[in-house]
Nanobody, 126 residues
Framework: QVQLVESGGQLVQAGGSLRLSCVAS????????MGWFRQAPGTDREFVAA????????YYADSVKGRFTISRDNAKNTVYLQMNSLKPEDTAVYYC???????????????????WGQGTRVTVSS
C-alpha cells in the first residue's frame, strides 16, 4: 500500500504561482512513477503531468506545458508541481497519483494509476 498526501493548494490571483507537494509513504518512493491530475466541477479527471522514477523523463498536458513543472525528490519521498502563470481555467482539485509497475508511457491515463491522494484545491481568481 502507498499513501499519498497533497498540500499547497490555495486561492491565488491569475498570473500568480503555486507549488503543490505530495508526500508518499508505504513503499520505496524511487520505485514509483508519479503523476498529477486535476478535476474541475462537472468535468472528468484530467492529466496534468507525470514523471519517471529518477525524474529524468516528464510528460505534460498541452494546456500546462511551459507553465507547470513536475519534479521529485526521492530523498524526501516527495513529488512537486510548480505552477506558474496561473489562469482561472486552472481552478480544480489537484490529485497526486502513483504508478506501481506500469511503464510511464501509460501515465496520461487515470485508470493506469494504482494509488491516489485525497486532493488539494487550487482556485485561481481573475
Amino acid at each position: 500500500q502507498v499513501q499519498l498526501v497533497e498540500s499547497g493548494g490555495q486561492l491565488v490571483q491569475a498570473g500568480g504561482s503555486l507549488r503543490l507537494s505530495c508526500v508518499a509513504s508505504g513503499r520505496t518512493f524511487s520505485s514509483l512513477r508519479m503523476g498529477w491530475f486535476r478535476q474541475a466541477p462537472g468535468t472528468d479527471r484530467e492529466f496534468v503531468a507525470a514523471i519517471g522514477r529518477s525524474g529524468g523523463i516528464t510528460y505534460y498536458a498541452d494546456s500546462v506545458k511551459g507553465r507547470f513543472t513536475i519534479s521529485r525528490d526521492n530523498a524526501k519521498n516527495t513529488v512537486y508541481l510548480q505552477m506558474n502563470s496561473l489562469k482561472p481555467e486552472d481552478t480544480a482539485v489537484y490529485y497526486c497519483a502513483a504508478l506501481q509497475d506500469r511503464p510511464l508511457m501509460v501515465a496520461r491515463a487515470a485508470a493506469a494509476y494504482d494509488y491516489w491522494g485525497q486532493g488539494t484545491r487550487v482556485t485561481v481568481s481573475s
